[in-house]
C-alpha cells in the first residue's frame, strides 16, 4: 500500500472514531448518564481502544490517542454545545484515561499477548470509574470562605443592591454560567432571593433561595429551585452567612456554601466543584462587603 493510500485510510479511521465518539455521546445524554463515569472515563476508553485497534502498529500510540481526543474535544466545542470550561474540565481525565488505555494495550501488545488487550484494562478502568458512585448517595460537600471586614459592618449588607458580574472570578469568564441579577429582598425567615444566571448556551435560568433562620450573627438560606445550567454538575442544599468578632476593630465573615458533586467520578470532580464553590463564596462576600486586609 502507497504512502498516500495508507494516508488516507489514517483519515478515514480517524473520521470514523470521531463519528463513532459523537454517536456514542448522544447515547450516553440520551438516557441521561453524561453526569457519570459512563461518559468521562468510558467514552475515553472506547475512543482510544478504537484507534488503537484499527491504526496498524502506530509509531507513538500516546500520540495518537491524544490527536483522537483533541480533535474529539474541537468537534464537541462546535457541535455538542459544550462550553469551553466543561471541555477544559473535563480535559485531564479524558487525556488520563487515554494515556492508561495506550499504556495498557501497548503493554500487552509488546509482549504478543493481542487477546489479553481488553481483559487487561477491566481493572483499570473499574478502578477509575469507581462504580460505587452508581449504588450510594452523593456526600454532602461544605465550603467555607471568610474575608476579614471592619466591625461597621453587618450581615444587613446582604440586602444591598449589588452588581454580582463585576470583577468575576477566572471561571465564570471562560464560559461558566455568569450571575445575571438579583431580584427581592429582605432578611426575616420566608424572604426569597432569585438569582438569575446566564448560560451561553441554555441561556437564562434561575436559582432561587428563601431565608430559614436570622439572627444577629449569622443568616441561613435554603435553595427552592434551581433551574440554571449550573444544576447540571452540581445540586446546591444550602448557604450560611456568619459573623464573628476577632477584634475591637475587626469582624470575620464567612459564606458557606452547601451543594452534592453530581458528576462522576466524583474523586475527580468533587474537588474541581470545591474550587469551584470556593471561588463563587469568595466573590459574593467581596461582592457584598468591602474588605480590607
Not at 483533541?70 to 487515554?98: D, H, K, M, N, Q
Not at 473499574?126 to 467555607?144: E, I, M, N, W, Y
Request: charged content about 15%; glycine content about 6%.
Amino acid at each position: 500500500m502507497s504512502t498516500q493510500n495508507k494516508s488516507k485510510n489514517i483519515l478515514y479511521i480517524l473520521i470514523g472514531v470521531l463519528l463513532a465518539g459523537s454517536i456514542s455521546y448522544r447515547l450516553i445524554s440520551n438516557q441521561d448518564l453524561e453526569k457519570t463515569s459512563i461518559l468521562f472515563i468510558g467514552l475515553p476508553t472506547i475512543l482510544s481502544i478504537l484507534i488503537l485497534r484499527f491504526v496498524s502498529t502506530p509509531k507513538t500510540a500516546y500520540g495518537v490517542v491524544f490527536l483522537v481526543i483533541t480533535l474529539f474535544f474541537l468537534v464537541s466545542a462546535i457541535l455538542l454545545g459544550e462550553g469551553f470550561v466543561c471541555i477544559l474540565y473535563a480535559a485531564p481525565i479524558f487525556y488520563g484515561v487515554g494515556a492508561i488505555v495506550a499504556f495498557i494495550i501497548e503493554f500487552f501488545r509488546k509482549r504478543n499477548k493481542n487477546n489479553l488487550n481488553l481483559l487487561g484494562l477491566i481493572p483499570a478502568i473499574l478502578l477509575l470509574a469507581q462504580p460505587s458512585d452508581f449504588f450510594h448517595k452523593r456526600d454532602l460537600q461544605t465550603v467555607t470562605r471568610s474575608i476579614i471586614v471592619d466591625n461597621q459592618a453587618t450581615l444587613e449588607n446582604i440586602n444591598n443592591e449589588v452588581n454580582l458580574s463585576n470583577s468575576l472570578p477566572y471561571l465564570f469568564k471562560l464560559g461558566f454560567p455568569k450571575p445575571a441579577g438579583v431580584m427581592g429582598s429582605g432578611l426575616t425567615a420566608g424572604d426569597t432571593r432569585d438569582i438569575q444566571f446566564m448560560s451561553n448556551t441554555k441561556g437564562i435560568g434561575t436559582l432561587s433561595i428563601a431565608v430559614i433562620s436570622n439572627d444577629e450573627n449569622k443568616i441561613v438560606f435554603d435553595v427552592t429551585k434551581d433551574n440554571t445550567h449550573i444544576n447540571h454538575w452540581l445540586t446546591w442544599k444550602r448557604f450560611e452567612v456568619k459573623k464573628d468578632k476577632i477584634s475591637e476593630s475587626k469582624i470575620k465573615i464567612s459564606w458557606t456554601s452547601q451543594f452534592e458533586c453530581d458528576l462522576g467520578p466524583t474523586w475527580y470532580f468533587e474537588p474541581l466543584e470545591r474550587h469551584a464553590v470556593g471561588l463563587m463564596n469568595l466573590h459574593l462576600l467581596q461582592s457584598f462587603f468591602a474588605t480590607q486586609e
